[in-house]
């Protein structure tokens, strides 16, 4: 019994140290990649000068043609994530402004993104790899319930999500391999002929009355003398329910309703999602009110 007992401790230990290696040697590797994701590409950049920093979800990554703004002479990014929620923005924000970014102008994508204030698992996972080396992000995970094992238990954080930031993306970044999220300055366009679900129901969506993600973002944009717009983007003609987004205003006085901006449904690959050219229709809409000067 005793032999028994030596041995499993032995295997434990062993086990411990293999992955405290695996997560220093994983670790390493997201601490090098530039030209993977938004996530990274912040995390390991330095200071940055900006005109225009465009957050929020997929309505925003595919609403806002950054290269509309450039032409304006306004250097501009879209760091929208597909499927990410304010947790996400407010965090990526965090990390601008401890990078020492200066911005000047921040648009955000505030609308369906308000009924919630959980995070979007698939997207707030890009950030774990960095949790030991950002007091931002320790931070901003420290309430979430599995804290403890993210943060305490080595090379638990990539197990778990072993589908964003396991063994194929590490051996990818190790290669050098690129996507296309960072093309176009952030900004995802699509294609006109690929339609989507069109019929939407948003009847039952509320927004919170006090999303703790927008009201932070809107206090770094104060606190760091940041012009803070923050908009809801359109949705189909077809959509039901579409009495949200005076919800929103009503709760939200202070954010910009669009969704009536871009309605036909040619314009839109999915019912909330336009095509690029109903971004290219929206975009210019929001140069002309408030870059027009």
């Known amino acids: 019994m005793k032999r028994f007992l030596i041995y499993i401790t032995q295997i434990f230990f062993v ?16 601490r090098q990649s530039k030209n993977r994701g938004k996530i990274e590409t912040v995390f390991n950049s330095d200071a940055q000068k900006y005109d225009v920093v465009i957050l929020g979800s997929s309505r925003a990554n595919n609403h806002f043609v950054a290269s509309m703004f450039e032409e304006k002479g306004l250097k501009t990014f879209n760091y929208g994530m597909s499927g990410g929620h304010l947790f996400e923005a407010d965090l990526l924000l965090k990390l601008m402004i401890e990078r020492k970014y200066a911005i000047k102008n921040i648009i955000l994508e505030a609308d369906l993104n308000l009924s919630n204030d959980h995070q979007a698992e698939g997207i707030s996972a890009k950030f774990l790899p960095y949790i030991h080396n950002s007091e931002v992000i320790k931070n901003h995970f420290s309430k979430e319930s599995d804290f403890n094992e ?119 690959s999915s019912c909330g999602h336009m095509n690029d050219e109903g971004a290219r229709i929206f975009t210019a809409r929001i140069l002309k009110d408030f870059f027009n000067k």
């Open 150 to 268: 993210l943060y305490y238990i080595p090379f638990y954080r990539f197990i778990k999500y072993d589908s964003k930031i396991g063994f194929r993306e590490v051996y990818k970044t190790v290669k050098g391999e690129k996507t296309n999220l960072l093309d176009n300055q952030g900004y995802y366009p699509l294609l006109k002929h690929k339609k989507g679900n069109m019929k939407n129901n948003i009847v039952n969506l509320n927004p919170l009355p006090h999303n703790k993600y927008y009201e932070e973002i809107k206090n770094i944009c104060k606190a760091n003398q940041i012009n803070f717009i923050a908009v809801m983007t359109p949705m189909c003609e077809s959509v039901v329910g579409m009495n949200y987004f005076d919800k929103v205003k009503k709760v939200y006085p202070e954010i910009h309703n669009y969704e009536n901006v871009v309605l036909e449904n040619k314009y839109f």
């Open 15 to 30: 086990t411990v140290l293999l992955a405290i290696a695996l997560d220093g040697l994983y670790t390493s590797v997201f």
